[in-house]
C-alpha cells in the first residue's frame, strides 16, 4: 500500500508490526476522532449527543456496506463474545438439539454453546481439524434434522483458514438450522456478502482488522433469525421509543437493534468511523489483493528456512493469517520473543506462530521478520 497510509500508523515506525489478528493498532485521523469527542465531552457535557448517535448511525451504515446486509439488521454490542452469548440465550433449546462447529474455533464461539450442552442437554458436534484445514463435507455430513446451529469463524484464528460460508449456509437452511459465523479474523482483510451465503447471525468486534478501538462489538441478526431468537439482553434503547419513559409495555424494536440494551461508547465510535472510513477509501477488494500478494510474498521467504507453513495456502482457503511451526522443535512462544527482541510483533497461538500482516505493511516488513526468524 501506500507510504501515505502507512504513515497514518504510528507503530510501523518501530516496529514490523505483523500482528493485526491480535489487535490492529489504529490510524491517527481514529485517534483525532476519539480525542474530538472526549474534548467534547469535557467542553460541552451532554449538548451534542445527537451527533454522537448519527456518528454510531453512521457505523452501522458503513458496516452494513461491508457485509451487504441492512443496517437494521447490525447491532453494536460491546464484544464478539457478547453476541455469540445473546443469541445463546435468546434460543429456545431442548435436549436432543444440536450444534455443529469447528475443533478449533476461538473460545468466543465456543462458551456460549457449551453453556447450552451443558444447561439443556443439546449436543455439540464437532469437525476435526486436519492439518491446518477442515473438510467442508465432513462438517456438512454432521448436520441432520436436530442441527439448531451451525457455529463457524469465517478465518480461523489459529490457522487463517477461511470456511466456505455459501457451502456451509446452503447446508444449515436445507436443515433449518440457523447460521452462525464469527466474522472478527476477516472483515477488514476482505468483505463479506452474509446475505448472498444465507448467515443469520455474525459476531465480531473493532479491534482487529478493521483497526479501529476495542470496545465495539458487532451483532448481525438476520430478519430469520430475528424471529426465533428472543432478545435475552434487553435494556432502555431496546424498544421502538425509548424517550417515551411513559410507555413501558411497548414492544421491542422489531430487528437486530432490539439488542442495543443502553448507552454505547461514543468516543469509539468517532474513531470506527475513521478507520472504516479508511478501509472504504481504499476498498476492501483491493486490500484483499494486497494482502494475497503481501502473504504470498511471505511463504516464498518461508521457503527453504527451518520452518513449515501449517495455513492452507489453496486460494479458496487463505487468508492473510500464515501460521508456521520451527522443525525443529523450538516453541512459538520463544520464537514470538525473539522475534520481539528484533522490533518483530507477531502471536504464538497454541504450538503455532501466527503472522499477520494487514494492509499498512510492506515486504520491507515480511524481510525483517525472516531475518529475525531463529533457524
Ligand atoms: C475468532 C475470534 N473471535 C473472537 C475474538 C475476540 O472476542 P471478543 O471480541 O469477545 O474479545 C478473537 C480474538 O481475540 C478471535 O480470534
Given at each position: 500500500m501506500t507510504p501515505e497510509i502507512r504513515s497514518l500508523f504510528a507503530a510501523t515506525e518501530h516496529y514490523?508490526?505483523?500482528?493485526?489478528?491480535?489487535?490492529?493498532?489504529m490510524p491517527r485521523t481514529a485517534i483525532e476522532a476519539v480525542n474530538w469527542q472526549l474534548n467534547d465531552v469535557a467542553k460541552y457535557g451532554s449538548e451534542h449527543y445527537p451527533e454522537w448517535v448519527k456518528t454510531k448511525g453512521r457505523c452501522r451504515d458503513l458496516l452494513a456496506g461491508m457485509v451487504n446486509v441492512s443496517p437494521e439488521h447490525i447491532a453494536f454490542m460491546r464484544n464478539t463474545s457478547d453476541g455469540f452469548a445473546a443469541v445463546a440465550a435468546g434460543l429456545d433449546w431442548k435436549a436432543g438439539d444440536n450444534i455443529v462447529t469447528f475443533a478449533n474455533e476461538f473460545p468466543?464461539?465456543?462458551?456460549?454453546?457449551?453453556?447450552?450442552?451443558?444447561?439443556?442437554?443439546?449436543?455439540?458436534?464437532?469437525?476435526?481439524?486436519?492439518?491446518?484445514?477442515?473438510?467442508?463435507?465432513e462438517l456438512l455430513d454432521m448436520i441432520d434434522s436436530n442441527t439448531r446451529v451451525v457455529a463457524v469463524s469465517a478465518v480461523q484464528f489459529a490457522s487463517g483458514y477461511r470456511a466456505d460460508l455459501e457451502t456451509i449456509g446452503n447446508a444449515a437452511r436445507a436443515a433449518d438450522a440457523l447460521f452462525a459465523v464469527d466474522i472478527i479474523q476477516g472483515l477488514g482483510q476482505m468483505g463479506f456478502d452474509l446475505d448472498g451465503a444465507k448467515v443469520d447471525i455474525a459476531a465480531g468486534a473493532s479491534h482487529k482488522w478493521l483497526c479501529a478501538p476495542e470496545g465495539c462489538g458487532i451483532l448481525y441478526v438476520s430478519a430469520r433469525a430475528r424471529e426465533r431468537v428472543d432478545p435475552a439482553f434487553v435494556g432502555w434503547i431496546s424498544v421502538e421509543t425509548p424517550w417515551d419513559f411513559e410507555d413501558r409495555e411497548q414492544p421491542f424494536k422489531p430487528n437486530a437493534l432490539a439488542w442495543e440494551s443502553g448507552t454505547g461508547p461514543s468516543s469509539l465510535f468517532y474513531g470506527l468511523e475513521q478507520s472504516l472510513t479508511l478501509l472504504n477509501s481504499v476498498g476492501l477488494a483491493n486490500i484483499r489483493s494486497y494482502l494475497t500478494e503481501l502473504s504470498?510474498?511471505?511463504?516464498?521467504?518461508?521457503?527453504?528456512?527451518?520452518?513449515?507453513?501449517?495455513?492452507?495456502?489453496?486460494?479458496?482457503?487463505?487468508?492473510?493469517?500464515?501460521?508456521?511451526?520451527?522443525l525443529g522443535g523450538m516453541h512459538c512462544s520463544e520464537i514470538a520473543e525473539r522475534l520481539r527482541a528484533a522490533g518483530v510483533i507477531v502471536s504464538p497461538r497454541g504450538e503455532r506462530l501466527r503472522i499477520a500482516p494487514h494492509f499498512y505493511n510492506n515486504k520491507e516488513d515480511i524481510d525483517r521478520l525472516i531475518d529475525a526468524l531463529p533457524e
Open positions: 514490523a508490526y505483523l500482528n493485526s489478528a491480535a489487535v490492529s493498532p468466543a464461539n465456543f462458551y456460549p454453546w457449551r453453556r447450552v450442552r451443558d444447561r439443556f442437554g443439546v449436543e455439540l458436534r464437532i469437525c476435526p481439524e486436519r492439518d491446518g484445514r477442515y473438510e467442508t463435507d504470498g510474498y511471505l511463504c516464498e521467504r518461508l521457503a527453504g528456512t527451518n520452518y513449515r507453513i501449517i495455513s492452507s495456502r489453496e486460494p479458496s482457503e487463505a487468508t492473510a493469517i500464515v501460521c508456521i511451526e520451527h
